[in-house]
């Protein structure tokens, strides 16, 4: 069964400074998915990874996947108070039987203070 | 890019009844679709999958005559709360994944308050 930890649970970040989320997942997986959820709202897509070594940057957000450790970073840099919400990675089960669905971490509460 | 939509955004109703929650793809063809149920400040825990023209696969604790899901067509899945009761409130989100990129949209999500 597929698992998928995040670490940190809770981050509370200083504008400007620069802080890494962790993802850790249990079984293979053929892609790794990074979102943000706002307050009351659904899931916006940020980053799909693929394959080993792949490396995805938009704006002060950058994603990365280590599939030799089951492990995918979300890296922020110079952290303004925009990015503060909920971030969740999701790993897909890979097999046919999965039907392609995802298992979700717990999820990162960021609030960027000043 | 893609839209899945839900239809309510939001419903409140009184316990015993039962609410149909709707999941269209806007602009692509889905032969599956998911459903998540997400509870304040927790993460997403899928529900069920829901193939078209056949019966869903629903997950280990998932009540399948509580929660019942009809995929009739490849842009249309509904989930229907039988006998909602408070403790049925929650954030309700399909996602659709698109067949052709095998990619998956996110629907806006139904909030279900059972009174």
């Known amino acids: 069964e597929l698992k998928v930890e995040q670490n940190p649970l809770f981050l509370s970040m200083q504008e400007g400074k620069n802080y890494t989320i962790y993802c850790n997942y249990s079984t293979t997986s053929d892609r790794l998915y990074w979102y943000r959820q706002d307050p009351g709202k659904s899931l916006e897509s940020l980053f799909v990874?693929?394959?080993?070594?792949a490396v995805k940057q938009e704006g002060r957000l950058m994603a990365s996947l280590d599939t030799k450790a089951r492990l995918s970073t979300l890296h922020i840099t110079a952290a303004v108070h925009d990015l503060s919400a909920t971030y969740f990675c999701a790993a897909r089960g890979g097999g046919a039987k999965s039907y392609g669905k995802l298992t979700f971490g717990q999820g990162t509460i960021l609030t960027v203070h000043p | 890019g893609a839209v899945v939509s839900q239809h309510p955004s939001w419903v409140i109703c009184k316990s015993g009844t039962s609410v149909k929650i709707e999941c269209r793809s806007l602009d692509f063809q889905a032969t599956t679709m998911f459903w998540y149920r997400q509870f304040p400040k927790q993460s997403l825990m899928l529900m069920a999958t829901s193939n078209e023209g056949s019966k869903a696969t629903y997950e280990q604790g998932v009540e399948k005559d509580k929660f019942l899901i009809n995929h009739a067509s490849l842009t249309l899945s509904t989930l229907t709360v039988t006998s909602a009761h408070p403790e049925d409130s929650s954030f309700y989100i399909c996602?659709?994944?698109?067949?052709?990129?095998?990619?998956?949209?996110f629907g806006p999500g139904t909030r279900l308050t059972v009174l």
């Open positions: 990874l693929l394959s080993n070594g």
């Open positions: 996602s659709a994944r698109e067949t052709r990129t095998d990619t998956q949209y």
